[in-house]
């Protein structure tokens, strides 16, 4: 079935006391509003957001991910509110989705659900164990008749159970005969697109209640909005894992972006952190470890290890407290307290405790290139641009700043000095 899809974004979102717009906001990886964008897309070639406040900086960051997304600007001014939003809103098919922007767990499944059979409108109904203060909906003999805001409930009416979720589809007649009818003669002087559903029961149309996934349709309006957002999404992403063969030790203690992918058998010890578009294949993250947009193969991480953006480890192990970034290493051993940043690192290298690589002057950064078979000896500095070439040993303690010929030794130390019975002279004490 041919389908339409608006999104309102036009809000302000005041209660989430910040300067980022309320739908930039990100959960699991991703603005809120992409999210809802995702979930459109699966079921609409036809889609189109409204904005209003901050409009470019919101339309610039779709664009920057998305193609073919239309885009409306809302006269707050003149015609506010949801009413006032859809005014002047040109779709292509005959029936519409009007979504909102800060409902980020939708799902393909409930969007088409709600698109399903011919009523003039599908209204969304959520039925909470605990009413909030939603619009009530008088439902008699399974059609709609009503609703009323919380505001204006009678102390029976607030009893009632069925709650308007805000998310409707409607009929291409109902766009074009109710919405320039919409009138602003309330309280706050706002189009409320609610008054259409009671509009179209004036007009004997059917508005069909349709039984939705109270978690999915809650909207977010707060930063406690945004956090309970987030751990159902990460519920949903880490279910999703799990069943497709990830293993995951205490999985409520585990952040997962929902960009992330993964193949082949994975695990995830408790408190990883898995950030952006990471690739992990075959891999297993080891306790409180962080991967950063990385790609990590046939691998081990941590525990408490961190690998930054643009890393490649394949048949490497990095271990507890070792950092590495923009770097590739192949059958690699860092095992502890090493910094690895902008290195490419050869087959069957070892890379001690305390091991640095100095790849920033104050100005650029620049690269280390280090062999296959080389051996790096604990707390060793490698100041870059240096190269190791392969089947080379530095000494523990070394500086290098310089070139390393393949097969050789590599040492920089000061020549030990001992002041014999100097601890007795020192404190005055008899040896």
């Known amino acids: 079935m041919a389908l339409s899809v608006v999104i309102l974004a036009a809000g302000q979102g005041t209660r989430m006391k910040s300067d980022t717009p309320k739908v930039l906001h990100e959960i699991s990886g991703k603005p809120m509003l992409f999210h809802t964008l995702d979930a459109a897309q699966a079921v609409s070639d036809d889609i189109t957001v409204v ?7 919101i339309q610039q960051e779709i664009e920057a991910l998305y193609h073919n997304i239309r885009f409306h600007i809302q006269d707050a001014e003149n015609f506010p509110g949801t009413g006032g939003a859809m005014r002047g809103v040109a779709t292509q098919h005959d029936r519409t989705l009007i979504l909102n922007g800060d409902m980020p767990l939708l799902t393909e499944a409930s969007l088409q659900l709600l698109a399903e059979g011919e009523a003039e409108i599908n209204m969304s109904i959520i039925l909470p164990e605990r009413p909030y203060a939603y619009g009530r909906v008088v439902i008699e003999k399974g059609r709609v008749q009503k609703i009323i805001e919380d505001k204006d409930c009678t102390p029976e009416q607030k009893q009632i159970r069925h709650l308007n979720a805000g998310v ?83 999985p409520e203690t585990i952040y997962v972006d929902c960009r992330a992918s993964f193949e082949g058998e994975c695990i995830l010890e408790n408190g990883a952190t898995i950030l952006g578009e990471s690739r992990l294949i075959r891999a297993h993250i080891k306790a409180h470890s962080v991967i950063e947009s990385s790609q990590i193969e046939d691998s081990t991480v941590g525990p408490m290890g961190r690998v930054r953006p643009d890393t490649l480890l394949k048949k490497s192990h ?21 910094y690895i940043g902008d290195s490419i690192v050869g087959e069957g290298s070892n890379i001690g405790a305390g091991v ?59 020549p030990l000095k001992t002041v014999r019975n100097f601890f007795y002279k020192f404190f005055g004490k008899e040896a």
Not at 51 to 57: E, S
């Open 51 to 57: 904005l209003y406040h901050q409009a470019a900086r």
């Open 168 to 250: 409707y589809c409607v009929s291409r007649h109902v766009l074009e005969t109710y919405i320039p009818r919409l009138s602003n003669h309330n309280a706050q002087a706002e189009y409320y697109l609610t008054d259409i559903v009671q509009m179209a029961v004036e007009d004997d149309k059917e508005v069909h209640p349709v039984i939705v996934e109270e978690r999915e349709f809650q909207g977010v309006n707060s930063k406690l909005d945004l956090a309970h957002a987030e751990r159902f999404m990460q519920d949903r992403i880490k279910a999703g894992l799990m069943m497709q063969g990830v293993s995951m030790r205490l």
């Open 318 to 338: 990095i271990g507890n407290f070792v950092e590495v970034k923009k770097s590739t290493l192949a059958g690699v051993k860092a095992g502890h307290l090493s």
């Open 356 to 414: 640095i690589t100095c790849n920033y002057d104050g100005k650029s950064k620049h690269q280390t290139v280090i062999g296959k078979n080389v051996f790096i000896g604990s707390d060793t500095q490698l100041i870059a641009p240096v190269t190791i070439a392969d089947e080379v040993m530095i000494a523990a303690g070394s500086t290098v700043n310089k070139n390393i010929e393949k097969g050789s030794l590599a040492i920089s130390r000061a």
